[in-house]
């Protein structure tokens, strides 16, 4: 599902900082309703910061970030989420003491009062992930990394997602997870949810994308369709092993 709508999502020469490190550099992107839009580039080109900057668990040092036309650039991380952006974190982040269940019920915390909405949202992730409902009474900390990030995902979706950040959701995981994560991913794109993915597997990321952006450094250094980054001779060579 695309739309050519005014941007679901528009950042404009957004800029973040670790002490005097400058992380993010004039950084400027849009995602528009429905689609799916990738983030590329090697680690440490400020993938990450981005989306924690997006979602306002890092500070943004300039810049602006509308959302749905709103100016969010100053939004406590708290009424981010209440606006309707939903970050998967990378590294998973699940809380490993308690179980699969009221992770995802922590997810929902904001529409925790919608208990007819709560039961079938939380259904559908078991839909999308079979194997969290067989381990729905488990410690979240017991469970595989593949399993986890699940987790992460379905705790995300749990938000009432208007648009989705998903940090490097193949990270660590074997080929046959990697597969699965993204066939998820694209499946969840295809049923409406508007999707801004991290990723450092360049070439899978942008096989589902309908946009993408290649970071370097804390810049944006090239922005145009998954298709034509696919094909850029400079990409294929830096990133997707040609």
Same mark, same amino acid.
């Given at each position: 599902?695309?739309?050519?709508?005014?941007?679901?999502?528009?950042?404009?020469?957004?800029?973040?900082? /670790?002490?005097?490190?400058?992380?993010?550099?004039?950084?400027?992107?849009?995602?528009?309703?429905?689609?799916?839009?990738?983030?590329?580039?090697? +680690?440490?080109?400020?993938?990450?910061?981005?989306?924690?900057?997006?979602?306002?668990?890092?500070?943004?040092?300039?810049?602006?970030?509308?959302?749905? $036309?709103?100016?969010?650039?100053?939004?406590?991380?708290?009424?981010?989420?209440?606006? $309707?952006?939903?970050?998967?974190?990378? $590294?998973?982040?699940?809380?490993?003491?308690?179980?699969?269940?009221? +992770?995802?019920?922590?997810?929902? /915390?904001?529409?925790?009062?919608?208990?007819?909405?709560?039961?079938?949202?939380?259904?559908?992730? /078991?839909?999308?992930?079979?194997?969290?409902?067989?381990?729905?009474?488990?410690?979240?900390?017991?469970?595989? $990394?593949?399993?986890?990030?699940?987790?992460?995902?379905?705790?995300?979706?749990?938000?009432?997602?208007?648009?989705?950040?998903?940090?490097?959701?193949?990270?660590?995981?074997?080929?046959?997870?990697?597969?699965?994560?993204?066939?998820?991913?694209?499946?969840?794109?295809?049923?409406?949810?508007?999707?801004?993915?991290?990723?450092? +597997? *360049?070439?899978?990321?942008?096989?589902?994308?309908?946009?993408?952006?290649?970071?370097?450094?804390?810049?944006?250094?090239? *922005?145009?369709?998954?298709?034509?980054?696919?094909?850029?001779?400079?990409?294929?060579?830096? /990133?997707?092993?040609?």
């Amino acid at each position: 599902m695309r739309s050519t709508d005014a941007p679901l999502l528009a950042v404009e020469g957004l800029c973040s900082h /670790y002490g005097p490190i400058r992380a993010l550099s004039d950084v400027s992107l849009t995602v528009r309703q429905g689609e799916l839009v990738a983030i590329v580039g090697a +680690n440490g080109a400020g993938k990450s910061t981005l989306l924690r900057s997006l979602s306002a668990v890092q500070p943004k040092s300039a810049g602006t970030v509308r959302f749905a $036309g709103e100016d969010i650039t100053r939004l406590p991380s708290h009424k981010v989420v209440a606006r $309707g952006i939903c970050h998967a974190p990378e $590294g998973r982040q699940v809380f490993a003491p308690l179980t699969v269940e009221d +992770n995802l019920r922590l997810g929902a /915390y904001p529409h925790r009062r919608d208990r007819r909405w709560l039961e079938r949202e939380i259904a559908r992730v /078991y839909d999308l992930f079979p194997i969290l409902r067989e381990r729905s009474g488990q410690a979240a900390g017991t469970l595989s $990394g593949g399993q986890q990030q699940m987790l992460s995902i379905g705790r995300a979706l749990l938000g009432r997602p208007r648009l989705l950040l998903l940090d490097e959701p193949s990270m660590g995981l074997a080929p046959l997870l990697v597969e699965e994560i993204f066939r998820v991913v694209q499946e969840l794109n295809q049923q409406g949810v508007t999707v801004l993915l991290v990723e450092q +597997n *360049a070439r899978a990321a942008l096989r589902i994308a309908h946009q993408g952006y290649v970071l370097e450094t804390g810049r944006v250094v090239m *922005a145009a369709s998954a298709r034509e980054l696919l094909s850029d001779e400079a990409v294929r060579k830096a /990133y997707l092993g040609h």
